[in-house]
């Protein structure tokens, strides 16, 4: 806990938009990359719902017609 | 249809459902965003340059369809973490439960445009000029984005230094592993 680096985020709160945020420290970049693909991949791995398969067969079954 | 525009399409799947979750914030819309999406290219299969990423391709029809129909509708549904949360299968297990919610609650406050291109470099794995291409700008455009995103997730989340991960955390992690 105790002090805020000097490089706080905070810091930089006033000139929001400038595209020159601070910079983080590698290791929460690390953490919040570990999340956010923790997050992703949770979805990811549910793999392909049926009612995807089920609409390229329907798609394939109608090739002839019209499947716009 | 092509068997392997059918695989290449059906191998997709996964990651634009990622992909439309994190855009719209809700499960249900995002499957049908995603159906869209597929109906969309498959009609349009023609435009698709053979040896290209497919998934680069889909991911551009997903964006660009979310943009002109999704996104006009604000967002309406905004239990959407909630019914996130119901759709998760499992916790993931290297991070506390607190705190992953916190960090969803936190990424669904970005600007979309900062949320987009953090989870298309950050969880889909594509590279800075890909996901330039994907989402029509300029690639200093997707790391100045990308930058903002996670400086304001880290705002957002109170995290100041990786000291605020601190022991607690890692005490999280160990206990959630070493079960």
């Known amino acids: 806990?105790?002090?805020?680096?000097?490089?706080?985020?905070q810091t930089n709160r006033g000139k929001k938009g400038d595209?020159?945020?601070a910079k983080l420290s590698r290791e929460v970049q690390a953490r919040l990359g570990q999340q956010l693909?923790?997050?992703?991949d949770?979805?990811?791995?549910?793999?392909?719902?049926?009612?995807f398969t089920e609409l390229l067969n329907r798609i394939d079954g109608n090739l002839n017609k019209d499947t716009q | 249809m092509d068997e392997q525009?059918?695989?290449a399409v059906l191998g997709a799947v996964p990651s634009l459902r990622a992909f439309a979750i994190s855009l719209c914030g809700n499960v249900d819309r995002a499957d049908d965003l995603v159906q869209e999406t597929l109906l969309r290219a498959l009609a349009n299969i023609d435009s698709f340059q053979p040896g290209t990423n497919m998934s680069a391709w889909l991911f551009t029809i997903l964006r660009n369809h979310f943009r002109s129909e999704y996104r006009k509708r604000r967002r309406e549904v905004e239990d959407s973490d909630g019914?996130?949360?119901?759709?998760?299968?499992?916790?993931?297990a290297q991070?506390?439960?607190?705190?992953?919610?916190?960090?969803?609650?936190?990424?669904?406050?970005?600007?979309?445009?900062?949320?987009?291109?953090?989870?298309?470099?950050?969880?889909?794995?594509?590279?800075?000029?890909?996901?330039?291409?994907?989402?029509?700008?300029?690639?200093?455009t997707i790391k100045s984005r990308v930058n903002r995103a996670r400086t304001r997730l880290a705002e957002l989340m109170g995290i100041d230094s990786?000291?605020?991960?601190?022991?607690?955390?890692?005490?999280?992690?160990?206990?959630?592993?070493?079960?």
Not at chain 1, 1 to 9: D, I, L, N, T, V
Not at chain 2, 99 to 117: I, M, S, V
């Open chain 1, 1 to 9: 806990m105790g002090q805020k680096p000097m490089e706080s985020a």
């Open chain 2, 95 to 140: 991070i506390g439960q607190v705190e992953f919610t916190e960090f969803r609650e936190a990424l669904a406050q970005l600007p979309p445009d900062q949320r987009e291109a953090l989870v298309l470099v950050g969880a889909s794995g594509f590279s800075y000029e890909e996901a330039a291409s994907i989402c029509g700008c300029a690639v200093g």
């Open chain 2, 83 to 92: 019914h996130y949360a119901e759709s998760l299968k499992s916790q993931p």
């Open chain 1, 37 to 40: 693909r923790a997050m992703y």
């Open chain 1, 19 to 21: 595209g020159k945020s």
């Open chain 2, 162 to 179: 990786a000291d605020e991960f601190g022991p607690d955390q890692a005490t999280r992690a160990v206990l959630a592993s070493g079960e």
């Open chain 1, 42 to 51: 949770d979805v990811v791995n549910q793999g392909v719902p049926e009612r």
């Open chain 2, 5 to 7: 525009v059918r695989n």
